[in-house]
């Protein structure tokens, strides 16, 4: 199994205030550098090209975000959103690491994690909101369509928020079955159950305070049955750790013991249809020791054979 990840991904500081922080990567890459990880393949995540970008995002969004380069301190684009000299390089290399990701899934078989931020799901075609400025998930999706002729690939988000932006961005796009469970009400204020694209979109809200039953009932009644009647040729999964109990910024009481189930399943998912080809990119998760915990067991559950 493959890690991609990229030290520029630190140099994305949106400031001292920000929960979006450097030190939750720092705190992933720590969880693994564990010895029962050493079996992970790390590789050093390229940059996307503009041509990668231009599927999923309007040419005035790709060089607004990378002709902001403020020389030193932060540029504010949104409320939550913020941009310093080194974030228009990490955007590159999170979004690169999913089309790298896709590439050698689909080239070579097995699975990968993309150790990235700036996290992706919230960037629409043309806007960055939400600490995301390109939506990663969304560049691997298209490319896996675009430059390897998939007819369906699956996103599954299990982010405590929901994926506007991979919503907005294949709404219309029937090769892509978008799944997703989340908090409501709780920002970005979509994901109702009726929002549903050409019959391709799945929005499975959870109320704040739910927790393991609710979560499991919810993906094993509604979410996997969907997702396994699409028979995904490939798995792609925005993974986003903040439906815990101990994040700071949403009510949902998970565990890391409920992060390695999803995970079970999404695998069983992938090893059912898409010959185990399975890519996951980091989205959210803002408490430390609950993020780096989750993280390890999603990635323990992705290298079960
Ligand atoms: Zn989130």
């Known amino acids: 199994m493959r890690l991609y990840t990229h030290a520029h991904c630190l140099q994305h500081d949106p400031g001292p205030d920000q929960p979006e922080s450097p030190a939750r990567l720092r705190a ?14 790390r590789i050093e995540a390229p940059r996307a090209t503009r041509e990668q970008l231009l599927r999923v995002h309007t040419p005035q969004h790709v060089d607004r ?29 999170a979004a690169g690491a999913m089309v790298a990701a896709v590439d050698a899934v689909l080239d070579r078989g097995g699975k990968a994690f993309c150790a990235v931020r700036p996290p992706g799901h919230h960037a629409t075609p043309d806007r960055a909101m939400g600490f995301c400025l390109f939506n990663n998930v969304a560049v691997g999706a298209a490319h896996a369509i675009a430059a390897h002729g998939l007819k369906r690939v699956a996103i599954a ?13 294949f709404a219309s796009e029937s090769r892509v079955l978008f799944v997703s469970s989340h ?20 929005n499975a ?16 009644g509604a979410l996997l049955p969907r997702l396994h009647a699409f028979k995904p040729q490939l798995v792609l999964v925005s993974a986003g750790f903040d439906a815990h109990r101990n994040d700071p910024l949403a009510d949902l009481r998970l565990g890391s013991e409920d992060y390695a189930w999803i995970t079970g399943r999404l695998r069983d998912l992938a090893d059912a249809h898409a010959n185990g080809r399975l890519v996951s990119t980091l989205e959210g998760g803002y408490n430390l020791l609950a993020l780096a915990t989750s993280v390890a067991a999603h990635v323990t559950e992705l290298l079960e054979a």
């Open 65 to 93: 975000i990378l002709g902001t380069v403020p020389p030193s301190g932060t540029v504010r684009l949104d409320e939550d959103t913020l941009m310093s000299p080194g974030s228009a390089e990490a955007a590159l290399r």
């Open 183 to 202: 908090q409501m009400p709780l920002y970005p204020d979509t994901g109702r159950e009726d929002e549903r694209g050409v019959g391709n979109i799945v």
């Open 157 to 169: 988000d299990f982010d405590v928020h929901h994926g506007n932006g991979t919503q907005d961005i």
């Open 28 to 41: 992933v890459l720590q969880a693994l550098d564990q010895d029962r990880f050493a079996a992970l393949d």
């Open 205 to 220: 809200p959870l109320s704040p305070g739910d927790g393991s039953y609710a979560f499991r009932e919810l993906w094993d």
